[in-house]
């Protein structure tokens, strides 16, 4: 990483307590901190972020590698008005592989990228407000009252966000009805031996997805719990009892 300071001020936290780490930082800032605590005597671990200046990082990487090669790039920051002239073009990966690592790894910028390029396809400008504004009207269509969706952001870190079990479900069997679903379920990470999508934000836990079970019942799951006691890991371990009922 390129210019960039990193400051640790990592704890270790109880034995069992899971990834609990976070990296904090703001666009086109040079410092970043990173908080929160991990489990202790741990030989390695990894925690993710993102970059404050993909742009930058680009640049430096490229030149970094050049300069192996015998070249003696620099990097320039600056506005381009002219003409430009391409010199490698980067295609997208197809549409169900980018929701394949979304939905595996949670990546949080993806889900807003996402709504913002909902926005752009359909009225060319890429804002957050419009996207989301789409997709609520787009499930209105399909039998989901508005006031259900309450919709800040589109990677669901806001805590203004609200969705209801309902809305959830109505959307999992949505989607189990379309030709693409196979790809979508593919997508589900597994928890509890269950295909399941998790959330977490303070105060909140929240399971849903499929499951079928030992009699071959199929099951749609919406699972939320709120302003629960005790730790994450406790409230999940109590969640899985009752997801147990439905193998």
Request: glycine letters at 10%.
């Amino acid at each position: 990483m390129y210019n960039l300071l990193f400051t640790n001020e990592l704890k270790a936290g109880k034995k069992g307590s899971g990834d609990n780490a976070y990296i904090f930082s703001a666009p086109y800032n040079e410092r970043v901190y990173i908080r929160g605590t991990i489990p202790p005597a741990q030989k390695s671990f990894t925690i993710s972020g993102s970059m404050t200046d993909p742009q930058q990082q680009l640049a430096y990487s490229l030149s970094a590698q050049l300069a192996v090669n015998g070249k003696q790039p620099g990097v320039r920051i600056k506005n381009t008005e002219g003409k430009i002239t391409p010199f490698h073009t980067q295609l997208s990966p197809t549409l169900d592989s980018i929701n394949y690592w979304f939905m595996k790894k949670s990546v949080n910028l993806y889900g807003e990228s996402l709504v913002k390029a909902i926005a752009h396809y359909k009225n060319g400008l890429g804002a957050t407000e419009d996207g989301l504004e789409i997709m609520k009207t787009f499930w209105k269509e399909k039998g989901i009252d508005p006031a259900s969706l309450r919709m800040i952001d589109g990677s669901g870190l806001s805590p203004q966000n609200r969705l209801t079990t309902n809305a959830l479900i109505k959307v999992l069997q949505y989607a189990r009805e379309r030709s693409w679903y196979s790809y979508y379920l593919d997508a589900f990470p597994e928890y509890n031996k269950m295909k399941l999508k998790s959330g977490t934000i303070g105060g909140s836990k929240g399971f849903a997805g499929y499951h079928t079970s030992k009699e071959g019942i199929g099951y749609t799951i919406a699972m939320l719990v709120n302003n629960y006691d005790g730790s994450a890991n406790e409230i999940v371990k109590k969640m899985f009892l009752v997801l147990d009922e439905l193998k």
